[in-house]
């Protein structure tokens, strides 16, 4: 990639160090419009077996039949699996876009030692 291109790319991200590194910058980031949609449909999920594990470890504890506390609890780890997947897609989508950030900023780097190579001079 030529170097104004990533530079353009790093002035649309409008990276700031300080910033990037606070709780705010990062929900921020996690909330931005690309992955909006992604973020309410992973919550969604995430809220929904909540609810679901809520509701199924009620009825486990009032139930008196070996079939259905069979079946209540396979519901609680089920939907417990399904909120924990969701965390940790919650996870990845919150440090994709510290990880791209960084890739770019690494080949600004070396696009400029490069030119420095080139030219002959060091970098400092």
Do not use: C
């Amino acid at each position: 990639m030529p170097d104004k291109t990533i530079q353009k790319i790093l002035d649309d991200i409008d990276y700031d160090a300080g910033r990037e590194d606070t709780l705010r910058g990062m929900m921020v980031s996690f909330f931005e419009r690309r992955t909006l949609f992604m973020t309410v449909w992973v919550a969604w999920w995430g809220v929904g077996a909540a609810l679901l594990s809520a509701w199924a470890a009620y009825m486990f504890l009032h139930s008196q039949q070996t079939r259905d506390l069979i079946m209540y609890a396979t519901i609680f780890t089920s939907s417990l699996v399904i909120l924990g997947i969701s965390k940790i897609l919650s996870w990845q989508m919150w440090n994709r876009n510290t990880v791209r950030r960084e890739l770019k900023r690494l080949e600004l780097l070396i696009a400029e030692l490069a030119k420095s190579l080139e030219t002959g001079t060091g970098r400092g």
